[in-house]
């Protein structure tokens, strides 16, 4: 079984945002797909064909409290004498997380295996609750001219999209399918 997390933010406020990439993609990558709120994950969450597809309900910066209770619930967190979650467990084949990216130009995607946070709040949640770093990800560049000038980070990512990258993200987010 397969996990593939969506991040973003709930709520028609944060609709259409930078930092809502994640959920952006899983509908794009998804449009068939049938959410269904689990209050036991606090998330979202569909099936489709490998797995889950899951969107966080916890708000970017805990998203890693809806991830662990959606692996834990599966049982695909390798556990310490079936107890504890036995840390730097190499789950990058069991779970992808789909996230936007301050670092990377707008339009540019990479996937990273086994790596710090890069100070994206919602990638350090998931870090701090799953017990390792070693998990797949697919970071979707957010960064345009507007970043450049000096703006805070935290109300680039919040803004949305300007009509340039509105219409581009459909062909910018097909072609990461093939890495999931």
Do not use: C, W
């Not at 809806?66 to 069991?94: C, E, H, M, Q, T």
């Not at 540019?108 to 295996?113: D, R, Y």
């Not at 949640?125 to 770093?133: D, E, G, P, R, V």
């Amino acid at each position: 079984m397969k996990v593939i997390v969506g991040l973003g933010n709930p709520g028609p406020e944060y609709q259409n945002t930078r930092h809502n990439l994640g959920f952006l993609a899983l509908d794009n990558l998804f449009p068939e797909a049938q959410y269904k709120e689990e209050k036991r994950f606090e998330a979202l969450v569909a099936k489709y064909p490998e797995g889950l597809l899951v969107k966080p309900l916890t708000f970017m910066n805990n998203s890693g409290r809806a991830v662990r209770k959606v692996l834990d619930y599966y049982g695909l967190i390798p556990k310490n004498f079936g107890l504890l979650a036995k840390k730097d467990s190499d789950l990058s084949d069991v779970l992808v997380v789909i996230q936007d990216d301050l670092d990377l130009d707008f339009g540019v995607t990479k996937i990273a295996k086994d790596s710090g946070s890069a100070g994206h709040n919602g990638i350090k949640s998931i870090i701090s609750h799953l017990k390792t770093q070693k998990i797949t990800r697919v970071r979707l560049g957010v960064k345009n001219e507007l970043f450049r000038n000096p703006i805070p980070a935290d109300k680039f990512v919040l803004a949305r999209f300007n009509a340039e990258e509105k219409s581009r993200l459909p062909e910018i987010l097909s072609e990461i399918r093939k890495n999931l």
